[in-house]
């Protein structure tokens, strides 16, 4: 199982990566293996204001259809529209092929993240 | 003893020693007193078969329908003619059950039946996606309403005074109970009236509702509404009639998002308001807000072509509080026999009967516009239904043609409070026209 350094993660198994104000956001390569594969993405849209913890977007693979849970606060500012022909890229690389991008509301909501340490513990219970 | 109970008294007093009970009462023994029911039911004494069928056919015998009297009557439910194929394939056990029987391993016959309707009611809507069906017109209008809902992340809905009231009715019960906003866009002459879709569209309007051709028989002018409901990022939603769809534009033509209807029309018996057929279909980009079963074409490990259901993450099985719809059964036999009825008619055969009912329509509208006690409502294209103006009662009007045998036309004054003094008439192309000028003649007459 890949984790990334210098990731944020959540319990639902999100991971999101922060730059400055603005944070990238995708599913974990634990949660992508537990999906299996996927077979379609339901990407948000851009402008869409979101809070923490709210459902974002969809993730649908052969087994079952997921919801997505915003990591941070923010308005959607990017997606990654390449999911909506390939989803099952996310297979192949759950961290590069990223859902969205979105712009902070409150840079605070990391706390309450794990890092990747945190998160691979928080995995292996 | 119940005639029905195979058991003798021998029988029982032996079953009862075996268990080492004392009656049957006493088998009862863990049913409180109190809640015992301990009186006979209310209901008629027994009878004999011969008797209930006796005593049923004097009930049925009292109803007059389509085969009794000739039918000028519309407004969502056609008397039109049924192929008699159709009884014959329905009837088979197969097809004939109550079971939904969706295992991909023995219900291939079932499924792929359900596939050629879904197939059919695109190519009639003009449409990428249709689902296996719901249960009528009404209700798929309801249904669509809520996917546009979720499809926008929107909250209200727009539904034209054209749309038939009942229609309108069971839309208003869905949405009050969804949170769901409905608004209602004027009639005007008979239309939908376009400024004041204008003035009512907002950010917040998930779709519109239109019916083609509307309730009053008027074809649209859909490419206004389908301007004003896109501009603003809403779905364009079209209630269409399925065999006016044989020859006017298709609602796929118009831009449409989301289709919906009733397919009772569709080698449907008008079985007294019911079972009916619901169709829904919509674009590709849709497809997985759609409600209800989709039966979908797949291979199986040796590469041979099969059927399935598909997409059910869409479906409340999946994801409960997340699914579209609540919804589970459709109308199986009701989809097939709008299957047979579209495959036994084929293209041409559906074109000939749209353009009988509109010729047809259209001669009576002529000679009934002639009168000096009648006039049309409406100066519109019209398919097969057509308002009158009427200077004597429409009651009484109706009345009379009942005394005649013939089922007369829908009263519009309960639900338009300006048509008062209006019937809507409708001819399909059952109608000969000695029938269409006896009904002249006889409203003539009065």
């Known amino acids: 199982m890949k984790i990334m350094e210098g990731y944020y993660y959540t319990k639902n198994h999100e991971w999101v990566k922060v730059d400055g104000n603005t944070a990238i956001v995708g599913v974990s390569d634990y949660a992508q293996h537990a999906m299996g594969q996927i077979v379609y993405v339901e990407l948000p849209e851009i402008d869409d204001e979101f809070s923490k913890e709210d459902a974002f977007s969809v993730v649908e693979s052969v087994k079952a259809a997921s919801d997505i849970y915003m990591p941070v606060g923010g308005t959607i500012v990017e997606v990654n529209e390449d999911l909506d022909d390939e989803p099952e890229l996310i297979n192949t690389d759950p961290y590069t092929n990223y859902i969205c991008k979105i712009e902070l509301t409150d840079e605070n909501d990391i706390e309450g993240l794990m890092n990747a340490k945190e998160y691979e513990e928080f995995c292996d219970k | ?446």
């Open chain 2, 1 to 446: 003893m119940f005639p029905y109970l195979p058991h003798t008294e021998e029988d029982i007093k032996s079953m009862l020693e075996v268990i080492g009970v004392e009656s049957i009462d006493a088998l009862f023994d863990d049913v409180p007193e109190k809640i015992r029911l301990k009186k006979l039911l209310n209901i008629n004494e027994p009878m004999s078969e011969l008797e209930v069928s006796q005593y049923m056919k004097k009930f049925a015998d009292s109803n007059k329908g389509v085969d009794d009297l000739i039918c000028f009557l519309g407004a969502g439910a056609y008397d039109h003619y049924i192929p008699s194929i159709i009884k014959h394939i329905t009837s088979r056990s197969e097809f004939y059950t109550a079971y939904t029987p969706y295992q991909p391993e023995i219900s291939q016959g079932t499924l792929q039946a359900i596939f050629e309707y879904q197939s059919m009611i695109c190519e009639l809507t003009g449409m990428d996606v249709a689902n296996a069906s719901l249960y009528d017109g009404s209700t798929a209008t309801a249904e669509g309403a809520l996917m546009a809902c979720g499809a926008t992340r929107r909250n209200k809905i727009a539904v034209s005074r054209t749309v038939s009231p009942g229609t309108r009715k069971v839309l208003e019960t869905y949405t009050k109970y969804k949170g769901i906003e409905l608004i209602e866009i004027e009639e005007n002459d008979g239309v939908t009236d376009i400024d004041d879709l204008r003035n009512k569209m907002d950010k917040d309007v998930a779709g519109v509702i239109v019916q083609n051709p509307n309730f009053f028989g008027i074809i649209e002018n859909m490419s206004e509404v389908e301007k004003i409901t896109h501009d603003s990022k809403g779905l364009l939603m079209i209630n269409a009639d399925p065999i006016s769809l044989a020859i006017l534009k298709t609602p796929g033509e118009y831009g449409a998002d989301i289709v919906i209807g009733e397919g009772q029309s569709l080698g449907n018996p008008l079985n007294f308001g019911g079972p009916y057929l619901g169709f829904i279909s919509c674009t590709k980009k849709l497809m997985r807000k759609l409600p209800g079963r989709i039966v979908g074409q797949a291979e199986d490990v040796n590469g041979k072509r099969g059927f399935v259901l598909t997409l059910q993450a869409r479906e409340q099985h999946i994801r409960r509080d997340k699914a579209t719809s609540n919804i589970t059964s459709n109308q199986g036999l009701n989809a097939l026999t709008a299957a047979i009825y579209l495959s036994t008619l084929g293209k041409e055969g559906l074109k000939e009967v749209a353009k009988n009912c509109l010729k047809k329509a259209h001669y009576a509208a002529e000679l009934i516009g002639k009168s000096s006690k009648y006039e049309l409502r409406f100066n519109k294209p019209f398919f097969m239904e057509f308002v009158v103006k009427s200077s004597i009662k429409p009651e009484k009007v109706n009345k009379e043609l009942l005394h005649n045998n013939i089922l007369g036309g829908y009263e519009l004054g309960g639900d338009y409070s300006n048509y008062n003094d209006d019937i809507l008439l409708c001819v399909t192309e059952k109608r000969t026209k000695k029938q269409i000028d006896d009904l002249v003649n006889i409203m003539e007459g009065m």
